[in-house]
Structures are given as C-alpha cells and as structure tokens.
C-alpha cells in the first residue's frame, strides 16, 4: 500500500529484483504526511485510520477480489519536508490509529459467520484477537525519507548515477551518498540553488534555496532539464517508473549507517518472504521502523 504514483508503479517490480520468488502488489491511498503533523490529540486522522482499514481488507477473505487474502502488507509513506525532522511524530500518528480503529471495532462490529465452501480454509477477521493478531503479525508501516526519490541518488556504481540516468537526468549531482545520507538529503550544488530560472524545480517553496537544497524530487528536475526550458523535466510515469523498477537496492544500503529506514522496510521484507540477504545484514535498522515483537504493527509498538 503506497501513497506514491512511482511506487504504485515500480515498486513491485522494484522487490522483485531481491525478492524473485515472492509476489508482490501495489494500490495507492493518500499520503498520511502531506501536511505538518501535530502529535496526536485524541482522534485518528482519517488516512491513517483508512489505512488501518485497508490493511485488515488485505486479510480477510471476504473483502479481497478473488477471494483469498494477502500474506502480508506493508504501508509505505514518504516522509515529505513537512515531516522530515519528526519521523516520530508520524509513526506515533500510525500507531495511534491502529490501537483507536481496532478498539471501535471490538465495541462496535457484529460477529459475522464464519466463511463457507471454497473459502473456508482461508482466514476471516471476524473477532477482536484475529484483527490484533492480524495487524501485528502480518502489517508494517515504513517510510522513505524525505521521498522515493531520494532512493535513485543512492544507487551509485563508481562514478556512474544509473538510476537517476533511467529518470532522465542530463547531468551529474553534487551529492556523495557515501557521505551524505540519501534519507537526509541535501545538496550542495552552487548552479542549482542560485537558479533564477521560472522552472518547475524553483516554483512554490523551492524559490528558497535552503528548502530546495533538501528536496530530491526538485533536484532531479533540475539534472534532468538544467536549462529550465520544461515544464515537467521530470515524469514520474516515464523515469520515476524506470529508475526505481531496476533499483540496485545493494548500492543503496551500501553505506551501513545510512538509508536505516530503507533497510528497516528490506529486512521486514525478507522476513515476510523467509528470503535472507546478506547484505542487509551488514548495516543499521531504524529503530523506529524496525522489527520489533509485541507491537500493534510488525515494526509499531
């Protein structure tokens, strides 16, 4: 479940690179991190708690087209600028909404029968213990800091930029994502935050240089078209869908105290899927986003 247009197009195949053996699927809600997010205040936000509701219609066998139900899901947000600094915050939100949505349905939902004929074998979220076991054992929530496109600036094989070269970028960044943790991003490229130019990459808030500085998205429009001339230099559609699909997910985890939050979301993963990879064993989990035992998600306590 993603909140993304890139992700709902590329990220399955983008798995698959690592994952060959599993099946994925990708549907797109809305984003729970667009706006600023306060602490919670006693009430879930309805994206958050839509995708609560979504992730136990994964499970149940009455709900999914076709009639048999997900192994496992994963929500997948970006964390935005507007949250970058308080991941926190944001996780809180998830599992505010979670503990809130499963309370309102054991006081509230009927015990419906049980599933017949082709379906009974399959399971059927139809009390309070099946729905807490249900989101705990089978459900994460992962972000990607600030955005997906922070992930293509990761993927670096000596001094060639292969993912953002699939997105349609013209030029080399300046950026070392050996230095510089792609989830938090900043460059220091002196062409591209004075720019004058009326482009896409300098409308709204990018006109400051400082927030566009930390804005990947911004930045590769401005690789893929340094003139200005398009509107739109970058296409999700077309590059987004190119650069992330192949992703060399290694190269990204690469640097073993960055990209946490990516390799939180890989190792949850490989868990769900009993595929083990080396590699992601050789550098640090977000401790926020990480597996942990007992929570209300997978990775949420």
């Known amino acids: ?65 076709g009639g048999r139900p997900f192994d496992y899901v994963a929500v997948i947000d970006d964390l935005e600028l507007s949250n970058a600094d308080q991941p926190a915050v944001v996780v809180e939100h998830m599992a505010f909404a979670a503990r ?34 249900y989101l705990r054992d089978r459900c994460s929530f992962h972000l990607l800091s600030p955005m997906v496109e922070s992930l293509f600036f990761g993927e670096r094989a000596g001094e060639t930029w292969s993912a953002l070269k ?11 994502p050996a230095v510089t943790d792609i989830e938090h991003f900043v460059t220091a490229d002196k062409e591209y935050l004075t720019s004058g130019a009326d482009a896409s990459w300098t409308s709204g808030a990018a006109r400051e240089p400082t ?20 509107t739109r230099p970058y296409k999700e559609r077309d590059g987004g869908r190119s650069a992330l699909s192949s992703l060399d997910w290694e190269s990204v985890v690469a640097p073993s105290h960055h990209a946490r939050m990516v390799r939180s979301l890989l190792s949850d993963v490989a868990d769900m899927v ?25 990775n949420i306590s």
Request: glycine share 8%; proline share 8%.
């Open 1 to 65: 479940m993603v909140t993304g247009r890139v992700e709902e197009l590329a990220l399955a195949a983008a798995l698959n690179q690592i994952f060959p053996e599993a099946s994925f699927s990708t549907i797109k809600k809305d984003a729970g991190t667009t706006p600023r997010l306060p602490a919670p205040d006693g009430q879930a936000r309805a994206q958050f708690r839509n995708f609560v509701d979504e992730m136990l219609a994964a499970g149940d066998v009455e709900r999914v087209p």
């Open 100 to 133: 809130r949505r499963l309370d309102e349905l054991a006081s509230s939902a009927p015990v419906p029968s049980l599933p017949k004929g082709k379906n009974r074998g399959w399971s059927y979220l139809s009390t309070n213990e099946d729905r807490r076991a």
């Open 166 to 176: 699939r997105a349609g970028a013209v030029r080399d960044p300046v950026f070392d």
């Open 211 to 230: 927030w566009r500085a930390r804005h990947p998205k911004h930045y590769l429009s401005f690789l893929c078209d340094p003139a200005g001339q398009s």
């Open 274 to 298: 009993g595929m083990a990879h080396s590699f992601l064993d050789a550098g640090a989990q977000h401790p926020l986003t990480c597996l942990k035992a007992g929570g209300v998600l997978r």
